[in-house]
């Protein structure tokens, strides 16, 4: 079995931090890639970043130069440190790792931008 478990979400206002963590059960090593995704109430899941073989980074538009993946081999953890926050990034951020066809995600951890 895997588990992913999420911390780190909460309240912020605009143009503030948050660093989420996800904390993985097993070694990271055996994912082929792992992400983050987010979903706002009444749209649909979206990729905001990933992170292929622990070196390649792909980012959403909205997000790219704010948001950055990174892993913690050693502690078995992905980051997503997000910077300069806007309230258009308000929304339950999950975690997701992949090993073929198989997909495991964490439960998710609420993100709520406002002043």
């Known amino acids: 079995q895997v588990q992913l478990v999420e911390s780190g979400g909460g309240l912020v206002q605009p143009g503030g931090s948050l660093r989420l963590s996800c904390a993985a059960s097993?070694?990271?090593?055996?994912?082929?890639?792992m992400g983050w995704y987010r979903q706002a109430p009444g749209k649909q899941r979206e990729l905001v970043a990933s992170l292929t073989s622990g070196v390649s980074t792909n980012y959403a538009d909205s997000v790219a130069g704010r948001f950055t993946i990174s892993r913690d081999t050693g502690k078995n953890t992905l980051y997503l440190q997000m910077n300069g926050l806007k309230p258009e990034d308000t929304a339950v951020y999950y975690c997701n790792a992949k090993k073929y066809f198989n997909d495991f995600w964490g439960q998710g951890t609420q993100v709520t931008v406002s002043s």
């Open positions: 097993v070694s990271v090593f055996q994912f082929n890639v």
